[in-house]
């Protein structure tokens, strides 16, 4: 059974950093597709970051290029989403998710994934 578990969130002032964390466990975590999604109060789940499978490329949308960053640990099973100049419009509910399904759907779209973390909330605000 696949589970994701989120952590690293918190409350940071604008221009700050966080990392994000997301702990993969029940399997090994090289053939799956994960993504960052976040949500914020009264908008749509959207996709953030993605690193594909088997040592895919990066994805990311264009709000966040060059300030957020998408990795893997494979020795912790963890995928981090490193965060800098924060902006009070990054403040949200993230979650990781996950797929090993290569559905050619787009990895912005969460009925893409099939595993979800329980998410983690950042709030940027002075």
């Known amino acids: 059974q696949v589970q994701l578990v989120e952590s690293g969130g918190g409350l940071v002032q604008p221009g700050g950093s966080l990392r994000l964390g997301c702990v993969f466990s029940?399997?090994?975590?090289?053939?799956?597709?994960i993504t960052w999604f976040r949500q914020a109060p009264g908008k749509e789940r959207e996709g953030v970051a993605c690193?594909?499978?088997?040592?895919?490329?990066?994805y990311y949308i264009d709000s966040v290029k060059g300030r957020f960053t998408i990795s893997r640990d494979k020795a912790k099973n963890t995928v981090y989403l490193q965060m800098i100049g924060l902006r009070p419009e990054d403040t949200a509910v993230y979650y990781c998710?996950?797929?090993?399904?290569?559905?050619?759907?787009?990895?912005?779209?969460?009925?893409?994934?099939?595993?979800w973390g329980q998410g983690t909330q950042v709030t940027v605000s002075s």
């Open positions: 998710a996950a797929t090993n399904i290569p559905r050619g759907s787009s990895w912005r779209s969460p009925q893409s994934y099939d595993y």
């Open positions: 029940g399997v090994a975590m090289e053939s799956y597709t």
């Open positions: 690193s594909a499978r088997r040592d895919g490329p990066t």
